[in-house]
């Protein structure tokens, strides 16, 4: 049995676990990360790409944003279209100056992965068999295999951070759980193509033929979706078909201007929303998708897990350079009020935006509640304050800090 020590032992290097890592490391804080499969898997995970501000200053903190400040698109503004006709919401104007930035998920990964490399931090890619031991105690661990050898990795903290598949959420026992959850009765049908984008902002398409989204990665890269039936299968999906029913939900010219091209990743992904509270148990932390999930209708996924970074860091702070412990009961009720407005705002905009006249939503047929979100979304539409309310939570609420 191979012995490691570190003071904080990340599971999981997707976005949150790097992140974390990087920012620890950055205050004299040392972590092992420990993944369950390759870097280049992880980066082969297909994922939005638009970041708050708050998260792009914590890139810029963890010294991973070189490449997102120089190649990073400020957006000032998007638009939500209603069966062809367009609004534009200016997010800069309606907040006083905010925006986001359009850079890729998987670059941020892999931005932060090279951060991590160059700073000679450990991480185990392919370690199996993780499991977490007496997280309630003063000195938890964590046991893992890696090429064919028994590890046992002993800390102080153990931050969960492998996403909504992961182990460290099924550590906390099911008595002490409370899970939250919506599943939609739709997907998206997501399709990459190496196509100028359709617009510059994105283009939101609520449409009676069911909703559809016009994003980017870059002035040459585009990443499109459809909302499609639970049952369809990917094969089921040409890369024309695709297009020729994207055309018929996206408003009229910005059809006519679409460029189309083969698809370079397709895939269908389900909606859901899921909480779990409470997001630690004794000296393990629940960060990112491990605790929460939410449709990508307002793109607050890695917004969610850069938030929970964000507290968790501020309370490890305060623990190794304060020596106070008492802060880290904070954790969980901090992360949760910010989770619960972002999984709000992504669970209205998902129904506001998309089809459910063939189904059942809420406690009423789907052409009733079909008709009150139509009536909802026009409101909002219609006066500055209602597109200050999209806005406002579109370019992400203010994180919170810790009380003294
Ligand atoms: N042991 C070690 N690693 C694990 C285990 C395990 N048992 N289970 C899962 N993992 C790893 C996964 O392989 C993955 O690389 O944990 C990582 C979790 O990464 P993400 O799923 O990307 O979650 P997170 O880092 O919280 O990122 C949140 O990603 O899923 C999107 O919408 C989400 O954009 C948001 C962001
Ligand atoms: C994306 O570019 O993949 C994307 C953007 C915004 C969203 C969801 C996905 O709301």
């Given at each position: 049995m191979n012995v490691l020590k570190t003071q904080v032992a990340i599971i999981g290097a997707g976005p949150s676990g790097l992140l974390l890592g990087q920012l620890l490391s950055k205050q004299g804080?040392?972590?092992?990360?420990?993944?369950?499969?390759?870097?280049?898997?992880?980066?082969?995970?297909?994922?939005?790409?638009?970041?708050e501000q708050g998260f792009v200053e914590l890139v810029r903190e963890a010294g991973a944003a070189r490449r997102m400040d120089e190649e990073g698109e400020i957006h000032d503004g998007f638009e939500i279209s209603v069966d062809g006709h367009r609004t534009h919401i200016d997010m800069k104007k309606l907040t006083g100056g905010d925006t986001v930035v359009c850079y890729g998920q998987v670059e941020i990964t892999r931005d932060l992965m090279a951060a991590r490399e160059t700073a000679g931090l450990i991480t185990y890619y392919e370690a199996t068999d993780v499991a977490l031991d007496n997280v309630k105690s003063a000195s938890p661990s964590v046991r893992f295999r890696h090429d064919n050898e028994a590890y046992t990795l002993q800390c102080d903290y153990i931050a969960g951070c492998d996403g909504f598949h992961g182990v460290s959420r099924q550590t906390i026992p099911a008595h002490i759980r409370t899970e939250h959850e919506r599943?939609?009765?739709?997907?998206?049908?997501?399709?990459?193509?190496?196509?100028?984008?359709?617009?510059?902002?994105?283009?939101?398409?609520?449409?009676?033929?069911?909703?559809?989204?016009?994003?980017?990665?870059?002035?040459?890269?585009?990443?499109?979706?459809?909302?499609?039936?639970?049952?369809?299968?990917?094969?089921?999906?040409?890369?024309?078909?695709?297009?020729?029913?994207?055309?018929?939900?996206?408003?009229?010219?910005?059809?006519?201007?679409?460029?189309?091209?083969?698809?370079?990743?397709?895939?269908?992904?389900?909606?859901?929303?899921?909480?779990?509270?409470?997001?630690?148990?004794?000296?393990?932390?629940?960060?990112?998708?491990?605790?929460?999930?939410?449709?990508?209708?307002?793109?607050?996924?890695?917004?969610?897990?850069?938030?929970?970074?964000?507290?968790?860091?501020?309370?490890?702070?305060?623990?190794?350079?304060?020596?106070?412990?008492?802060?880290?009961?904070?954790?969980?009720?901090?992360?949760?009020?910010?989770?619960?407005?972002?999984?709000?705002?992504s669970w209205w905009m998902t129904n506001m935006l998309h089809n459910f006249t063939d189904m059942s939503a809420a406690d009423m047929d789907g052409k009733t509640f079909a008709r009150f979100m139509q009536s909802e979304l026009s409101y909002y539409l219609a006066s500055e304050n209602g597109q200050k309310v999209i806005a406002e939570q579109y370019v992400g609420l203010s994180y919170e800090e810790l009380a003294n």
């Open positions: 804080i040392s972590n092992i990360i420990l993944e369950r499969v390759t870097g280049d898997y992880v980066l082969g995970r297909i994922r939005a790409g638009i970041l599943v939609y009765p739709f997907g998206w049908l997501g399709v990459l193509s190496e196509t100028p984008p359709v617009s510059k902002e994105l283009i939101y398409c609520k449409h009676q033929r069911g909703f559809a989204l016009a994003s980017k990665r870059s002035a040459s890269r585009s990443r499109y979706y459809i909302q499609v039936p639970l049952s369809d299968k990917v094969e089921d999906w040409s890369d024309d078909a695709f297009w020729q029913e994207l055309k018929k939900r996206l408003p009229p010219e910005a059809a006519a201007q679409l460029v189309t091209g083969p698809s370079i990743e397709k895939s269908i992904a389900p909606l859901r929303s899921f909480i779990c509270e409470p997001m630690q148990y004794g000296n393990l932390f629940l960060v990112g998708d491990a605790a929460h999930i939410v449709p990508p209708t307002g793109a607050k996924g890695l917004n969610l897990a850069a938030s929970d970074v964000a507290a968790l860091y501020k309370v490890l702070v305060r623990v190794y350079q304060q020596g106070d412990k008492t802060c880290i009961k904070q954790y969980s009720e901090i992360a949760l009020r910010r989770v619960w407005h972002g999984e709000r705002f």
